[in-house]
């Protein structure tokens, strides 16, 4: 496997990658207490801290697999009585409006993190710095923002050719 095909795979991908192993390891923190809560008459303090930020994780990377599938909700009564070049444009401001909004969101997404960092702060079942599950939400916010960049410029090559605008996949059809 080439570099380019590694990467091509990343894109495609890499929401998946990422939330595959942090869906098992919720589903087996979860499956293990309750069979020791049940069975062994003992709970821990740290499964449920560990199941909450893997979840926690799952859903920043799944909002960034919503973004590259256009499968985040949305009104679109007007949409298709556009013409394809209208649509495409107002899928573009939508997603420039979306970028900017993550942008604004990024920076002010830092600054816990890097207070956790600067006051040591740690969890209190697992005793790790806080600041590794507060980076969920930059980590987020950065996926938000590649994919949201990549379509802008998927609908710009698509308007320039005069293709159809890439309309996301419905959850109901």
Same mark, same amino acid.
């Given at each position: 496997m080439g570099i380019k095909a590694f990467f091509l795979a990343?894109?495609?991908?890499?929401?998946?990658y990422l939330t595959l192993p942090?869906?098992?390891?919720?589903?087996?923190?979860?499956? $293990?207490e309750v069979f020791r809560r049940f069975f062994l008459s003992y709970s821990s303090i740290w499964s449920e801290e560990v199941a909450r930020y893997a979840?926690?994780?799952?859903?920043?990377?799944? %909002?960034a697999a919503a973004i590259k599938e256009r499968a985040h909700i949305r009104i679109d009564v007007i949409l298709?009585?556009? @013409?394809?070049?209208?649509?495409?444009i107002v899928?573009?401001?939508?997603?420039?409006?979306? !970028?900017?909004?993550?942008?604004?969101?990024?920076?002010? =997404?830092?600054?816990?993190? !890097?207070?956790?960092?600067?006051?040591? =702060?740690?969890?209190?079942?697992?005793?790790?710095s806080h600041a590794w599950? !507060? %980076? %969920?939400? @930059? !980590?987020g916010f950065t $996926?938000?923002?590649?994919?949201?960049l990549q379509s802008i410029k998927r609908?710009? =090559?698509?308007l320039k050719a005069g293709r159809p605008v890439f309309e996301g996949n419905k959850l109901f059809d």
């Open positions: 990343i894109d495609r991908n890499g929401e998946r942090l869906y098992t390891l919720v589903v087996i923190t979860i499956f $293990m979840f926690i994780y799952i859903t920043w990377i799944g %909002a298709p009585l556009l @013409p394809n070049k209208w649509k495409t899928f573009i401001f939508g997603d420039i409006i979306t !970028l900017i909004l993550a942008c604004i969101a990024l920076y002010w =997404s830092m600054e816990p993190v !890097l207070n956790s960092i600067h006051f040591g =702060s740690v969890t209190h079942g697992l005793r790790i599950f !507060l %980076a %969920a939400v @930059p !980590l $996926m938000i923002i590649w994919r949201l609908d710009l =090559s698509d």
